[in-house]
């Protein structure tokens, strides 16, 4: 039986430090004890677990990586494809009935760290929304397995990895079970989301995300984000086209919301799921799972025979754009020969351009605002 528990860096620490010091020994021993003994979820560092293993990072696309936003303790269990299938249904079974035993017996203590977890988050400052393996630093276990060799595919012809069964070792290995966070934020004292975002309004309903709605038309200076690179990969992942490292750029100014737009505060148990789904550099923000693609289309464009006097007529009143388009002539010679490229870029540093376009739709309420909400 191989276990993967929140990871103990990324799990609030008041729940982490029951986690790590009490439940989760306890969950070894007795597993050993009934004769299914465990060991963390095997991800070699290399070739094979004797280079080490890595503590499973699990975002919260994953199960456990979700009820950590929602300070909850869980486990994904994961009996070996080696072991027979009958072994592998009592493994769980045990390993299920160990875990209800202990945690009818911790209740009060479990519910306690509970309540004491959402009281901190609820006052929390910074997030964080990434994470990188420390492997400057890791733990060691004893570790049961097989030796490893590699002997030709009969295939492939090329040299392919296999265990050998008849040659069982236990042996002291490195586990890298140390992560620290590669991105974080500071959390706004609200987010604000215009109400057309429906699917995001939906998940927040379903996991219980306290919102108000403002009652009137209303103007806000707040900040938000323009989306200024990310990657995208060319297959799709779990139906999606999944971001990652992506980049802003915040900035400051009034934005015109209407009435039932939404604005969730960042008081709550919550916050940690609000922040981490909203912020778009989060590994699954919703924004990293296409969301919000709507807003990397540009929709608004000129016609070249319109455009060509408005933009003259810009270039004449305004010296320093056109002081802007001629460096940039000299310094692109694509841009240089290209008429229709320069009218895009007069468009594009003018008030005519899409101010929509690669604008994040969620603001960040930074100031206590007075706002009428229902």
Not at 49 to 73: K, M, W
Not at 99 to 110: G, P, S, T, Y
Not at 306 to 318: P, Q, R
Request: charged share 25%; no cysteine; glycine share 4%.
């Amino acid at each position: 039986m191989t276990l993967i528990e929140t990871q103990k860096d990324k799990q609030n620490p008041i729940l982490a430090d029951y986690t790590s010091k009490t439940l989760s020994p306890e969950l070894y021993k007795r597993m050993k004890t009934s004769g299914y003994e465990m060991t963390p979820y095997v991800e070699s560092e290399e070739n094979s677990p004797d280079s080490g293993i890595v503590s499973f990072l699990e975002t919260p696309r994953f199960a456990t990586g979700y009820t950590a936003q929602h300070n909850i303790i869980s486990y994904i269990t994961e009996t070996h494809m080696l072991k027979p299938f009958d072994k592998r249904v009592y493994a769980t079974y045990d390993f299920m009935q160990n875990l209800i035993d202990i945690v009818e017996r911790d209740a009060k203590q479990i519910g306690q760290l509970k309540h004491d977890a959402d009281e901190q988050v609820k006052v929390q400052k910074t997030f964080a929304l990434n994470w990188e393996l420390d492997e400057q630093h890791y733990d060691t276990l004893l570790f049961k397995g097989f030796y490893a060799g590699h002997k030709t595919s009969e295939v492939s012809g090329l040299p392919r990895l296999y265990y050998d069964r008849s040659k069982p070792y236990t042996k002291t290995i490195k586990y890298f079970d140390n992560y620290k966070a590669s991105a974080a934020v500071d959390k706004p004292l609200a987010y604000v989301i215009p109400q057309a975002w429906g699917k995001v309004i939906d998940l927040f309903k379903l996991n219980n995300v306290v919102m108000k709605q403002l009652a009137h038309d209303t103007t806000l200076d707040l900040q938000v984000y323009y989306i200024a690179d990310y990657k995208t990969p060319q297959h799709p992942y779990e139906g999606h086209y999944l971001h990652s490292n992506v980049k802003l750029n915040p900035v400051d100014m009034k934005i015109k919301f209407y009435t039932g737009d939404y604005v969730i505060y960042t008081n709550q148990a919550l916050n940690r799921y609000i922040v981490e789904t909203l912020e778009p550099q989060g590994v699954d923000s919703f924004f990293a799972w296409n969301f919000f693609d709507s807003v990397l289309g540009e929709k608004e464009y000129f016609s070249d025979y319109v455009f060509e006097d408005v933009a003259a007529d810009l270039l004449k009143k305004d010296p320093d754009l056109k002081k802007k388009l001629e460096d940039e002539k000299l310094k692109d010679p694509k841009l240089a020969a290209s008429a229709s490229a320069q009218l895009y870029f007069v468009y594009r540093n003018s008030t005519y351009f899409e101010k929509t376009y690669l604008r994040y739709p969620v603001g960040r309420l930074l100031t206590d605002t007075k706002l009428d909400l229902k």
